[in-house]
């Protein structure tokens, strides 16, 4: 596509239910991350994939999250049993090359906004 | 552990000034990469500039240009002749040569308001 696309973009669920957010990244893009946002903080890093594998998952903050990618595309972001701290908007980026790399520039999508109620 | 500090939360400047982002980072690293990313409303973050440290010359996009000081650690973005769309969230980023560890580090965003 055109840009990263993300959905939903806004998602309210209550407190113990699970949910998925989705990412489908610029074609032809190697490289993707997922980020977290908390209202008036900075972005935290969450997972990074390089095609299907993910060679950084250590910013997930527990075991309730999860994150696959899928014929090095589509990303979904679970996370289970929500809770009201998991409140944040969820940036997807992709890039052409990891972005340690001279075509390392990530492209961002709008997000996803979850609210945990 | 590597770091990097925006100690300015929010900044506003006047319609057609000048505007200077202070942006600090720590790293053992010698070969690495700084950005500054621009959110605005929309909540997408766009690249705004980026800086290779193994360039002394500083970066330059139009009307945006920073200050890289790799001795002291420093990397400011100024903005010349400041326009409304400007206002927005401006991060500094950072990742070492190669990118150990995937994924870039951000600092925690300056508020920046451009007023008419």
């Known amino acids: 596509g055109a840009g990263v696309s993300q959905s939903p973009s806004n998602k309210v669920t209550e407190k113990g239910k699970d949910v998925e957010l989705r990412c489908d990244p610029i074609?032809?893009?190697?490289?993707l991350y997922w980020y977290r946002q908390s209202l008036g903080q900075g972005l935290e890093f969450l997972i990074y994939?390089?095609?299907?594998?993910?060679?950084?998952k250590s910013g997930l903050p527990s075991d309730r999250f999860s994150a696959e990618r899928t014929g090095g595309s589509v990303s979904t972001l679970t996370i289970q049993r929500t809770q009201q701290e998991d409140s944040a908007v969820y940036l997807c980026a992709s890039s052409l090359e990891p972005a340690g790399g001279p075509n390392g520039e990530l492209f961002f999508g709008e997000g996803s906004r979850l609210t945990v109620l | 552990a590597q770091t990097v500090t925006q100690s300015q939360p929010e900044m506003s400047v006047q319609e057609a000034e000048t505007v200077t982002l202070s942006c600090t980072y720590d790293?053992?690293?010698?070969?690495?990469?700084l950005f500054w990313y621009k959110q605005p409303p929309s909540r997408q973050m766009i690249l705004v500039i980026r800086?290779?440290?193994?360039?002394?010359q500083n970066a330059t996009e139009n009307r945006f240009s920073v200050n890289f000081q790799k001795a002291a650690k420093s990397f400011s973005l100024k903005i010349s002749d400041s326009q409304l769309g400007d206002t927005a969230m401006y991060f500094c980023a950072f990742i070492d040569y190669g990118g150990s560890q995937g994924n870039l580090i951000f600092g925690k965003g300056t508020k920046l308001s451009v007023k008419p």
């Open positions: 994939f390089q095609g299907n594998s993910a060679p950084d």
């Open positions: 074609s032809g893009h190697t490289a």
């Open positions: 790293t053992s690293e010698n070969n690495y990469y």
């Open positions: 800086q290779e440290a193994y360039k002394q």
